[in-house]
């Protein structure tokens, strides 16, 4: 499904992501994990468009989509997360959802009929409520939103996009065990209709969902491979996991 | 709804009013805020709604009154062809400055857009052959309704009418599809990116849209006093009709043609009147201290601090 080949990018002397290929399947959950500056969220943002490659290309859905700006991107269906909740604070939770919807469903080049005419869309913002648990906060501010709701807000934006893969930059950050939790059930969920590139630190998380792990440390990926392999792989403990996994 | 019917009725009845206590002088007036009104929404679009700071917009509505003047002393007065071309020149200078401008953000498009603006008043400036740092005065009115535009009551119901269209428009186009995606994107330019949206190109449209209304009120001023002037491009200008933007309420409907009436008749109450006596001159600092009030206790504007008292 996405298939990276050799990506770069260096910011003056500091190369961030040196020569990464990577590959995420199709329905797959791949996680990414890291030490904080490994360079992880700097690969998201050259897949979904943010930063432009210096070298090496990303093909999805076997097409180059290297020099695709990104909002092409999310129209062959490439959606993300930020690690910084991004969402449209002063408007509601349903306008959020809508206003998503509405991007992938006809041209927004349209004057003169009122969006609330548009039953549709609000229909399907409110099946994408409902499938991030916040049917009970449709008519909320979405500044308002506690911090856990928010990082609800922000995957169901990816999701309303209806991404074949979406990106997730650290969807748990910042949350406590109840909201993770949450988080981990909203992810197994939605893996049966997309694929997911999960970057995260809660290893907890990532060990319940990915189907396969790869590490990256100072811009390379050191290891790739089940669950089992990673936990046991000599190199990745020592760069990042530490002893408590090897019990 | 009931408010704007009691608006349209006070709007409709001002002239009579003004000839019954003979006063016409007011219905001048009032024609003037309500032009003013148009080019300060004309900026609210794409300031309060759109989230662009443009600090050049007196570009646009000085283009427009300028091809109106040109137009008029080359003999071509009809105004169902000046006007469109004050609309399209101001439209198709907004395309040429946005599309440079909006590949900027934050400070550096407040200062780009103010120095497209300074380069077209100083274009004006040196056209010698349309009077340049004097202005020129048109002959009349324009012409073309079968009317007589000279007559003032016949001419603000004409600019009423066009203002009235003009927010109606304005009020459809805030709730369209379009009008929910500028929101989106001053609210969070990166996630409308993220969500698929071309965003340069709906700011771009945006302040072409914007602009070709400014147009439309530059063409309305030039009319209004038969004569047009560089300093209807000047900063000053500019900074002006962002006053009235601020002082009625960014990104409020209501904010432009509420800061409009605003500003103007504190104008003319501070400058005009024997209020401030020999102080009159100085008509601006108490001016900039309501402004200041404003812009402290009711950062919503007045239009802003109204809605909320009212729900």
């Given at each position: 499904m996405l298939s990276l080949r050799n990506l770069s990018k260096r910011f003056g002397g500091v190369v961030a992501v040196d020569g990464v290929s990577l590959d995420v399947g199709a329905g797959e959950v791949h996680a990414l994990i890291g030490p904080n500056g490994a360079g992880k969220t700097t690969l998201i943002h050259q897949i979904s468009g943010t930063l432009a490659a210096d070298a090496g290309e990303i093909l999805f859905l076997e097409k180059d989509?290297?020099?695709?700006p990104a909002h092409r991107r999310v129209a062959v269906g490439l959606a993300r997360s930020y690690q910084i909740t991004s969402i449209?604070?002063?408007?509601?939770v349903l306008d959020n959802l809508a206003l998503a919807v509405q991007a992938r469903s006809?041209?927004?080049?349209?004057?003169?009929?009122?969006?609330?005419?548009?039953t549709a869309l609000f229909e399907e913002a409110r099946l994408i409520a409902s499938q991030v648990n916040l049917t009970q906060k449709l008519d909320a501010v979405a500044s308002t939103l506690s911090h856990g709701e928010q990082r609800a807000l922000e995957v169901g934006l990816a999701l309303a996009t209806r991404p074949k893969l979406v990106l997730l930059d650290e969807p748990m950050a910042g949350m406590g065990p109840e909201e993770s939790k949450r988080m981990i059930g909203l992810i197994g969920r939605i893996r049966a209709e997309v694929s997911v590139l999960l970057v995260e630190h809660d290893m907890d998380a990532v060990f319940r969902l990915a189907d396969r792990i790869s590490v990256m440390v100072n811009g390379r990926l050191i290891a790739t491979g089940f669950p089992e392999q990673i936990r046991m792989h000599e190199e990745v403990r020592k760069a990042y996991l530490g002893d408590e996994l090897a019990a | 709804m009931k408010r704007i019917v009691i608006i349209a009725v006070l709007a409709c009845a001002l002239p009579w009013v003004m000839q019954a206590l003979d006063q016409q002088f007011y219905t001048s007036f009032a024609t003037r805020i309500l032009i003013y009104a148009m080019a300060a929404a004309s900026l609210n679009l794409v300031l309060?709604?759109?989230g662009m700071v443009s600090f050049g917009h007196a570009a646009f509505f000085g283009a427009g009154a300028y091809i109106v003047g040109i137009l008029a002393v080359e003999g071509v007065t009809s105004l169902w062809i000046s006007w469109p071309a004050a609309i399209a020149v101001a439209a198709l200078a907004a395309l040429m400055i946005g599309a440079i401008s909006l590949r900027t953000r934050g400070v550096y498009f407040i200062m780009i857009t103010l120095a497209f603006a300074q380069m077209m008043y100083y274009v004006f400036v040196s056209l010698k052959a349309y009077g340049g740092d004097d202005g020129l005065s048109m002959p009349a009115r324009s012409t073309g309704?079968?009317?007589?535009?000279?007559n003032d009551i016949v001419w603000y119901y004409l600019v009423l009418a066009l203002l009235a269209l003009i927010l109606h428009l304005l009020h459809r186009l805030l709730r369209s599809r379009f009008g929910r995606v500028i929101e989106a994107v001053r609210e969070n330019e990166t996630r409308a990116t993220a969500l698929g949206y071309p965003v340069y190109r709906y700011k771009l449209l945006c302040f072409v849209i914007s602009g070709a209304i400014a147009g439309l009120a530059g063409a309305l001023i030039a009319n209004q006093t038969s004569y047009v002037g560089p300093a209807l491009l000047h900063w000053v200008q500019s900074g002006t009709l962002m006053i009235m933007v601020i002082l009625g309420g960014?990104?409020?409907?209501?904010g432009g043609p509420v800061g409009a009436g605003v500003l103007l008749a504190l104008e003319e109450l501070f400058s005009g009147s024997p209020l401030l006596g020999p102080y009159s001159l100085h008509w601006q600092l108490p001016v900039g201290a309501i402004l200041l009030a404003v812009v402290l206790f009711a950062p919503q504007g007045i239009a802003g601090a109204f809605a909320k008292k009212s729900q």
């Open positions: 989509i290297t020099r695709l449209f604070r002063r408007f509601s006809g041209s927004s080049f349209s004057f003169w009929r009122p969006v609330a005419e548009e | 309060g709604y759109g309704l079968g009317v007589s535009l000279s960014v990104g409020r409907f209501w």
